[in-house]
């Protein structure tokens, strides 16, 4: 195989996948095979911050969305936007539908106190320090401790000498008001 | 499942059909008249039907929303390409379409003395016609958006939108030549509110059925 820096993937992929197309079953395993990179170096750009088997998830998403509707590329346009353009609405859609996942339960119940363990999907999906700069002091402060670091809501609120109730409000409104930040720069 | 395993099971279905954006634009227009058709068929077609379309102004009411219906359809189409959701070029189309339905309304209110602007306006008839209008437009609509949902759009509400303002130019476009409001200030306002009615319907629609 050629040099990385020299490779022409339009120039590989497009004669690939139009054989494909046509019913050639070796062809499409290596266009998929060459497209599995392109996605999979996406996926680490844009939620690389995800666990490991999450991120090989969504990539599998990406390329079964890909394969569903391969039909619509035209063989007369570039097939590298066309790749590009599914997998970026298929990121979008799966992170949208995680974020609507990550929160149905908090808003739909405020009682039910956050584990240590289920860290809230904005904050896994992204830097999330660079997030937490984004609230104020105290907010993300609490954010931090319960979410990240897995402290009780009691010692943080002894900490804060704020009542463990209060701290329960706080970390739900913080965690909305993520969620909203991380929806702006969605879009 | 291991990524490879999936490529293995994936490439094993390679052959595909290409899209064929033409083919279903001639469906779409075919679903467009024929709900028109059948309207038509039932409610029948206006009285000196030639010589309306003939003048400048009455004719207006059949051309635009043709014209309209046809640069939708064509954007709609072109929307079904994944990468293509930035080429929707309806605005240029629209905002002309605009602009004659104001020049038409303007000169409606030049032409006639002022007791006749609103001489129309009346629930029975602006029920008639946007009520028609909505009740050919929803099963046109429906069955159209079974024929974009064979793309790919990456922009489902923008799809929907289109294809909502397509369908309901489509069947304004019919529905013209059964209506007698010949009054401009009438039919520019009432047509113009029965398409952006069905392409905000559209939108919504569009953006939960055609999604995938």
């Known amino acids: ?187 | 499942m291991k990524t490879e395993d999936l490529i293995a099971d994936l490439s094993r279905d390679a052959a595909a059909t290409p899209l064929r954006p033409l083919r279903i634009g001639a469906a779409l227009s075919g679903v467009i008249i024929l709900c028109a058709a059948a309207f038509l068929a039932v409610a029948g077609i206006r009285d000196g039907l030639g010589a309306a379309l003939s003048d400048p102004v009455i004719g207006s009411k059949t051309f635009l929303p043709f014209v309209l219906c046809v640069a939708a359809v064509a954007s709609a189409l072109r929307l079904m390409r994944p990468e293509r959701n930035g080429q929707f070029r309806i605005f240029v189309p629209a905002l002309v379409g605009l602009a004659a339905g104001v020049v038409l309304v303007a000169g409606g209110f030049v032409a006639q003395p002022r007791e006749l602007w609103f001489a129309e306006l009346n629930p029975v008839s602006v029920t008639q016609c946007l009520g028609f209008i909505l009740l050919i437009s929803v099963p046109a609509l429906a069955l159209s958006f079974r024929l974009l949902a064979q793309g790919a759009t990456t922009a489902p509400m923008r799809s929907g939108a289109v294809l909502g303002c397509a369908v309901s130019a489509g069947v304004t476009t019919g529905y013209s030549l059964y209506c007698v409001q010949d009054n401009p200030v009438f039919f520019v306002i009432w047509y113009g509110m029965a398409i952006l009615i069905m392409t905000a319907i559209g939108a919504l629609a569009g953006s939960r059925f055609l999604r995938w």
């Open chain 1, 1 to 187: 195989m050629m040099d990385e820096d020299v490779r022409d993937l339009e120039g590989e992929l497009a004669p690939l996948l139009c054989a494909a197309l046509k019913g050639d079953q070796r062809a499409y395993a290596l266009f998929l095979k060459e497209t599995t990179c392109i996605l999979r170096s996406m996926v680490a750009l844009r939620i690389g911050s995800l666990p490991q088997d999450s991120q090989e998830d969504i990539l599998q998403e990406m390329l079964m969305a890909l394969h569903a509707k391969r039909n619509t590329w035209d063989m007369n346009t570039p097939v590298l936007a066309w790749i590009r353009a599914i997998a970026r609405y298929k990121l979008i859609d799966i992170q949208r539908r995680r974020r609507l996942l990550a929160y149905v339960p908090l808003d739909a119940d405020l009682k039910a106190e956050p584990g240590a363990g289920d860290v809230p999907a904005v904050l896994a999906a992204r830097d999330s320090e660079s997030l937490l700069a984004r609230l104020d002091p105290r907010s993300a402060r609490i954010v931090r401790a319960v979410s990240l670091e897995g402290d009780s809501m009691a010692e943080v609120g002894h900490r804060l000498s704020m009542s463990e109730g209060a701290i329960r409000v706080a970390l739900h409104r913080a965690i909305k008001r993520l969620a909203a930040i991380a929806r702006k720069d969605d879009i």
